[in-house]
């Protein structure tokens, strides 16, 4: 099995400083942004579709009566929650099959 890289948002930036002209601080503001409005989305569970890329969906995971504490082994109750959810979009599929 291959190592996966870890990519963090330092190393998105820099790699985006590379390909233009704009400063790392106006880098920085304009993908914190994004990431503000992406939340602001998912808080309100709105789907939010980027074309070719995919679609972030927030969806309701139901809880359960007795679930078990993987740490202690203890039984207990988890409650419904959101979680979001990706299903890549066109390019990034093709991409991937390409990569092979």
Partial sequence: ???????????????IH?????????????????MDELKNEFVKKNTVELRGFGTFEARLR???????????GESVSVEDRYTICFRPG??????LREEK
Avoid: W
Avoid at 19 to 33: A, F, M, N
């Fill in 1 to 15: 099995m291959e190592e996966k890289n870890k990519v963090i948002k330092k190393d998105l930036i820099d790699a």
């Fill in 18 to 34: 590379e390909k233009c002209s704009y400063e790392k601080e106006d880098i920085l503001k304009i993908v914190d942004l994004f």
């Fill in 62 to 72: 139901k809880g359960r009566e007795e679930a078990r504490n993987p740490k202690t």
């Fill in 90 to 95: 066109s390019e990034i599929k093709k991409a």
